[in-house]
């Protein structure tokens, strides 16, 4: 997987920083990358009311409607449950667990051109790769399906390191600039030779 | 035969002597004339010791600086974070009150200046018991500032120490990757600002209190691989040099 | 929580000698009481403006190195501040005390403190609380994951009190500030 381009939306979709790391994908104008942006952030949150409708939601932050924390209720455990699961694989294996929180939302989208994927912190900030398409799926989807899951997994895997790479770089870098201003536009070298040499 | 007085050896001249007679002043406590006999508790001694008002002066809580044990055989750390947030939200408060770049540095300097004096004093004092030696010499202070000094705050030595050839009162302390600096960017239009003028405070305020007097500034140098290299540049005041000299010269 | 503290801390901090980072601290303060003249309430609230800013941008280094997952009751969340957020940034670990009925409120004890090693207040600053900041800070990263709590000092053993201790009281969660797409 070939990582073209890194960007950075702040909570309300706007465009603060945009990396074309590796050549190979063209250009679009100034204004494209922001409509570009704005697009996916709002087809992000109009995605995640999509939902079939046997969908029960895991869990909802601080027991939902009721603002008071509820302890012991049913739905509430089942929830931890379910999170450790995913929790104790991701300590067997040494690995980092996603805090991905768009859960119900977008997370990928494949072409036969591209994929793109997102990745959205807890505070908000999105995170989106553009990158080569996986080689797999197109060509052996019909034939096997098993190795075209796990395959599926690898790509998605691999983009889950490196937004969580992007994620650290961007918080020592960015977070403790003083010259950075929140949610404004990143314009920054140190934080762009970082960026690079993650993406080498 | 004169009456001779009697001299106890444990009362001075002059103060009178005690008798088998004599109460003690508060009605309580040892008369060496009684002996034994007179710690005995009576009824008013005993009144005494119930009902004294006093204040504890036993040591109760271990939590006062003073005592603990400031040689620090067991040193404390943290993450370099938390130092990189408060360093970088005191450069952007410093940077809101100040009115431009030389105002902010100046301002950074101050804040270092009480860092230095004090780690001077704190480095010094832990050092004194290896090593009996005090820097009486610009160049042995430099380099005690460079390698001691810069250890007991950043964790290494700084990387080089030189003097100007040009200029004999400037000298230059060198380092490849500031540690209180690393997370910080300098934007283009803030020209020459070194946030590092922190440092340059602290070496100002170490070198002031050794009696070293000198200014200290801050100043970016940066090589393709070592983007936030900073040089310390010191300026030796020249009443320093004068002493040198009654010292026997510069030393290399 | 995904990854504890203490694997954090072994395996994803840089760490350094605590004392430069205490004496920046007091240089700060020190600064502060000289800048508003001794009034010391408007050193507590310059020191907790500074923490919040810095919180607000420490949460994503907390959330970027920890994987932390959202917290769903308080309790959880005090958890996780106590034993994951002191521990990779300062190397501490307080503890937790003193519920209230509703799990709304709780105690912090801080059995040390290293933003006050090597401090001794001057008889008249009674009314600093000279670890302030670190009210500013959580307050600050608990607003961006869309908690908005109070914090206070209640206790400090530079007043000569016992223990040093602080108040986390839950306000409300910002139910608006939830970004899109959580489940």
Redesign the interface.
Known sequence: MKVYAIYILN?AGGLIYQNDINPGLNKLSANDYLVLAGTIHGV??I??KLKPTEFE???????GEK?????SSAT?SS??SV?DST?NN??VNGR????N??????RSIETDLFNVYVF??????KFILITSPNPIVHNVASLNLKINKGELNRQFDLAKEIF?NI??T????V?????YS?EMPI?????D?KIRELAK | MSEEEIILPSIASGVKSLTVNDRPMHEFGYNPSLGPHSNEITESSLNILLNRKTISLTPTSTHSIYDRNILGTKKHELSISSLSFLFGEVVSWSHRSSKGIQDLENRLNGLGYKIGQRTLELVKLRERFKNTKREIRLVEMLQFIHSTLWKALFGESANELERSQDINNEYMITDNCPLMAKFINIPKDYGNLNCSALTAGIIEGALDSAGFYAHVSAHSVPTDYMPQRTVFLIKVEEEVLIREDLRGGPMN | MSRSGEEVWKNSTEKINSELFTLTYGSVVAQLCSDYNNNYNLVNKQLDSMGYNIGIRLIEEFLAKTGAARCHTMKETAEIILKVGFKMFLNITPQVDNWSLDNRQFSLILNENPLADFVELPSDAKDLWYSQILCGVLRGALHMVQLDVSVWFVKDVLKGDDITELKLKLNKILKDEVPAGED
């Not at chain 1, 603002?67 to 302890?71: A, M, Q, S, W």
């Not at chain 1, 959205?120 to 900030?125: E, H, M, P």
């Not at chain 1, 961007?170 to 870098?173: E, L, Q, T």
């Open positions: 909570k992000h949150a995605a995640s939601p895991s869990s909802k932050p601080f027991g603002e008071i924390p509820i302890e509430f929830s931890i999170r929790i991701d300590v980092w667990n996603n805090p929180t768009n859960n119900t939302g977008l959205q912190s807890l505070t908000g900030i969580h994620y650290v961007y918080s020592d870098y977070m403790k600039d003083p010259f929140l314009k920054n070298n140190l934080f030779s």
